[in-house]
């Protein structure tokens, strides 16, 4: 898909660059989780274009995922905001500048701007996936339970085939010891996946059933990921709390 992906953006010669492929592989690696390979996208495609404006809300948008890069990112969004005035700012890019804006002031603290930047992300662009899923994050720390999981399921419906919304949605329901749901989530997280990649959705399942109680499944679940990953950590400790469970 990347190599054809690449091609159609490059008049099908493999050797010509062109940093709309780039910001492709970069979205691609974003929504995997990848933020270092997605960072490493979006510069090769600001190599070769310093202007690009989806790769430089790209960069911004995984910058704002560490604390010590908010300013860098921050500096990223007022430069392409300006753009608006000058008419070269899409209705979805400036979404997603906002977004950045509303990610930022929320890992800092400032839960009602970043709420607010939010949801005047979200009046911009309403199929914005991660947006939906952010606004669950904020509900779900301010204790709003059905808000939290109306948001996950609408950056599920936006984007089906995204493990990592599958995953976010499992993780709260443990908290909430919504059990049987959280299962739920948490197997359609795993059948998305390659089975290299299933440690951590084993061993989040092998939270969910020993906190339920079903301590057998749950074993079996910690075996799995260590079937993947022998030195996994977080599957020896899963694994670990299951046997303390059964004394």
Do not use: W
């Not at 510069?43 to 911004?60: I, Q, R, W």
């Not at 010590?68 to 070269?88: C, G, P």
């Amino acid at each position: 898909f990347i190599k054809k992906a690449h091609l159609s953006e490059t008049g099908n010669d493999p050797k010509a660059k062109d940093p709309r492929s780039y910001k492709i592989m970069g979205d691609i690696s974003y929504k995997q989780g990848y933020m270092n390979q997605a960072l490493g996208q979006y510069e090769l495609a600001l190599k070769d274009n310093k202007g690009h404006t989806g790769s430089l809300l790209g960069k911004a948008l995984v910058l704002s995922q560490d604390s010590t890069k908010h300013n860098e990112a921050l500096q990223i969004v007022e430069e392409v905001l300006k753009l608006k005035a000058e008419n070269r700012l899409s209705t979805r890019e400036e979404s997603l500048a906002v977004f950045v804006k509303g990610v930022i002031n929320y890992n800092k603290g400032n839960t009602k701007e970043g709420e607010d930047f939010l949801n005047a992300s979200l009046s911009l662009d309403k199929d914005n996936p991660l947006i939906h899923l952010e606004l669950a994050k904020i509900y779900a720390n301010s204790g709003n339970t059905d808000r939290a999981i109306s948001s996950f399921d609408n950056a599920i419906k936006l984007d089906p085939k995204n493990p990592i919304f599958y995953m976010k949605k499992g993780e709260f329901l443990i908290l909430k010891e919504k059990y049987d749901e959280a299962i739920s989530s948490i197997k359609r997280a795993a059948n998305l996946m390659q089975e290299k990649d299933k440690v951590e959705a084993y061993v989040l399942m092998a939270r969910a059933l020993r906190q339920k109680g079903a301590l057998d499944d749950a074993l079996k679940e910690s075996s799995k990921a260590l079937g993947i990953n022998p030195e996994d950590p977080f599957a020896h400790m899963e694994k670990g709390k299951v046997y303390l469970a059964k004394q």
